[in-house]
Every structure is written in structure tokens, then in C-alpha cells.
């Protein structure tokens, strides 16, 4: 089955820097890559999510990368604020497949 | 904002002991999903289900789960015969549909099952 390994697992960051989480996965046939944010206490909340026919998303602060050829993913944070600390998780999942593979997740720490 | 909730938020047993978790998925989503979580490691499919029957279950998925949906509203995950290893945080999610590339699937804030 598909294998997703996330990196790096803590990444402690400047208020205002950027934040840049890595994800890599095995199953060349996912076509579907959702990322979690995780706060304290709660569930996974769904932040932005990208399909393999395209190579890069945005939304506000939040982008998301894709090469397809290497099999990796990112998550970009820009001007992070202290509300973005949180478990970030990277996910895949195979067309027609709705289950998530899912990578071990990210603590991101923002530093006032 | 419509979500997805979880009953309880925390649910102790007794080794041995059958446990059900109780899941309201949004409204209208029709495809419905178990996930667990054990301390440390990384979240688990367990099942999907659409239509009033299973879609895909996982290799985690034996013959001690089950899972039902017993009126229009609710979504639940029984474990018949709970072992200790079946500690995790479990988690349900849905989605609209389940067709197509890639459907969005939100998450509850999940039970944390402990079995002692």
C-alpha cells in the first residue's frame, strides 16, 4: 500500500519567517494529497489539498507544491503567526481509492 | 461551520468489554470513515462506507469491528471484544462523495479509547 514519510518531525520557526514541511510518498498512482492541521485537543481540520494534475496551489498564506517525478509534496507557511503551531499532516490517497495514507506529522512551532 | 462530531470524547473499558463510538457526520456527505491513531505512531484507515455498506476496510479491520448506521444521523464503530492494543485515539470522518479524484474528507475531534 502507499507509504507517506513526512519531514522534518519539529520545525521551530520566527514569527514572520516562513515554514516549509517536506512529504514524500511511494505509490506513484496517488493522485490526491490533502494537509491536516492539528491543534491541541482536536481532530484533524483540512487546510488545503491538491490533485496530481497540477503542480502548485494557494490559498492566502497556505501553498501547497507537487512533483510528481520525485514523489514529493510541500506544505508552505509564509509570515507564520503564533496560531500556526500546530501538528501539521501530509496525506495520499489513489484515485477511485478513498483511503488516506497518511504521513506521522509535524509539530511546527512558532517562536513570537 | 458544519462538522463533524464525536460521542465520547473519552471512553474507558475493561479488557474483554464490547465498546461503541458514536460519530454525526455533516449533514449532507454521504461516504463515511473510521480512523484510529495509536500514541506515537501514524493515523490508521480503518473503513469506509457508503450507501449503507462497507466500501474498503483495512487489514486492521477484523471480524471484532463493525460499524452501522443506525438512523439517518448516526455513524458507529463497535469493537466486540476490546484488546489492549486497541487503545488509540479513533477517529471519524466524512465526506460529500466519494467518487472521482480525490474528495475532501473532514475529520471529528475523536474518542480516545483506553482498555484496561
Known amino acids: 500500500g502507499e507509504n507517506v514519510e513526512q519531514h522534518p518531525s519539529t520545525l521551530s520557526v520566527q514569527e514572520g519567517d516562513s515554514a516549509v514541511i517536506k512529504c514524500t510518498y511511494s505509490d506513484s498512482a496517488s493522485n490526491y494529497f490533502p494537509w491536516y492541521k492539528q491543534e491541541l485537543g482536536k481532530g484533524p481540520q483540512l487546510i488545503i489539498d491538491i490533485r496530481s494534475n497540477v503542480g502548485e496551489k494557494k490559498d492566502q498564506r497556505i501553498a501547497v507544491t507537487l512533483n510528481k517525478t520525485a514523489k514529493h509534496f510541500s506544505l508552505h507557511i509564509t509570515e507564520t503567526q503564533p496560531e500556526d503551531s500546530a501538528v501539521y499532516f501530509c496525506a495520499a490517497s489513489l484515485y477511485g481509492n478513498n483511503r488516506l495514507a497518511f504521513g506521522k506529522g509535524n509539530q511546527v512551532v512558532v517562536i513570537p | 461551520e458544519p462538522e463533524v462530531t464525536q460521542t465520547p470524547s473519552h471512553q474507558v473499558t475493561q479488557m474483554g468489554q464490547e465498546v461503541i463510538l458514536r460519530c454525526v457526520p455533516i449533514?449532507?456527505?454521504?461516504?463515511f470513515y473510521w480512523y484510529r491513531q495509536i500514541l506515537g505512531q501514524k493515523v490508521e484507515f480503518l473503513v469506509s462506507?457508503?450507501?449503507?455498506?462497507?466500501?474498503?476496510k483495512s487489514e486492521i479491520f477484523d471480524d471484532q469491528f463493525s460499524v452501522e448506521r443506525p438512523d439517518g444521523s448516526n455513524f458507529t464503530l463497535k469493537i466486540r471484544s476490546t484488546k489492549l492494543e486497541d487503545s488509540a485515539m479513533y477517529f471519524c470522518?466524512?465526506?460529500?462523495?466519494?467518487?472521482?479524484?480525490?474528495?475532501?474528507?473532514?475529520f471529528g475531534d475523536g474518542t480516545r479509547l483506553s482498555i484496561l
Open positions: 449533514s449532507n456527505h454521504l461516504y
Open positions: 462506507f457508503y450507501n449503507n455498506e462497507i466500501s474498503e
Open positions: 470522518a466524512s465526506s460529500e462523495s466519494g467518487q472521482g479524484v480525490g474528495q475532501p474528507q473532514h
